[in-house]
């Protein structure tokens, strides 16, 4: 024995008539996106501002004229390189499709910020009444530590280019 059983699911299943459901039908296309412009760029992000689309679900974005990716909700876009020229443009996104592509805008990333070098010694000089401590990164800096007159605690002198700092008991 064979038997059969079918499920309607939706307002189908409620007995409304197809001629009165509500919905049906792609939604229209994306409307064009307004103003767009770049915000705060870093080395590898740029923060997008614009007037979002018109029955957009999403909105995608494309380098350079390349392949439409999605756009993150806070519309930052990230991944991109250090000290490189892009030109953006943003279209938004549903059922039926992509929208048109907005204006075209350029932007430039920053230069990665690098972190100082610790300092390494190169070199420690005893003389009769003071240390000196050499430390070699991108740029000069010493320290010297020599006796306070009378107390005999250390005052230790840090140099650093035309800079000079004096650090412990005076």
């Not at 240390?131 to 009378?150: K, M, V, Y």
């Amino acid at each position: 024995m064979l038997s059969l059983k079918l499920t309607a699911q939706g307002e189908a299943a409620f007995g409304v008539p197809p001629s009165t459901r509500s919905g049906s039908g792609p939604p229209p296309q994306p409307g064009p996106i307004q103003d767009l412009a770049v915000g705060e760029v870093s080395a590898t992000t740029a923060q997008l501002s614009f007037t979002p689309a018109a029955h957009a679900a999403i909105h995608e974005y494309r380098l350079d004229g390349g392949a439409w990716q999605a756009l993150a909700g806070n519309r930052m876009v990230t991944g991109l390189t250090p000290e490189t020229p892009y030109a953006v443009e943003v279209r938004g996104r549903n059922a039926s499709g992509g929208g048109s592509a907005s204006n075209m805008v350029e932007l430039a990333t920053t230069a990665q910020e690098v972190e100082p070098a610790a300092p390494v010694v190169t070199a420690i000089v005893m003389g009769q009444s003071e240390l000196e401590h050499i430390f070699g990164t991108d740029s000069f800096f010493r320290q010297i530590a020599q006796p306070a007159p009378g107390d005999g605690n250390l005052i230790v002198v840090t140099q650093r280019g035309q800079g000079n700092a004096r650090c412990g008991p005076s």
